[in-house]
């Protein structure tokens, strides 16, 4: 059975879209430390009843840390609570762990 690669492709892109908005870096090892977050500041009023300010943090650009700012969010379900994407310390660098809602 020959799968299309287009198919695949299109599949792959919707479950990135499924996923919420969450930061789609998927296994970023990067051998320099990340910058200390930024102080955790809401921007603006909530747009309507129901969303959640998630606080920004540090992506890798490919060449620097790059700063992606919070935003507001609707949850996906109720009593969803959402967990900040972070930077994980390991062996010989940090390793991305993306945002997602639990």
Do not use: E, H
């Not at 606080?55 to 609707?74: E, I, K, M």
């Amino acid at each position: 059975m020959k799968i299309n690669k287009a198919f695949l492709a299109t599949i792959a892109a919707a479950a990135i879209l499924a996923a919420d908005g969450a930061i789609a870096q998927a296994a970023v090892f990067v051998r320099t430390a990340p910058p200390p977050p930024r102080a955790m500041r809401v921007v603006g009023r909530s747009p309507g009843r129901g969303f959640v300010w998630t606080n920004g943090f540090y992506r890798w650009g490919g060449r620097r840390y790059v700063w992606t700012p919070g935003r507001w969010r609707r949850p996906p379900r109720a009593g969803a609570v959402w967990v900040s994407p972070r930077w994980r310390r390991g062996r010989g660098g940090y390793t991305f762990v993306a945002g997602r809602w639990r």
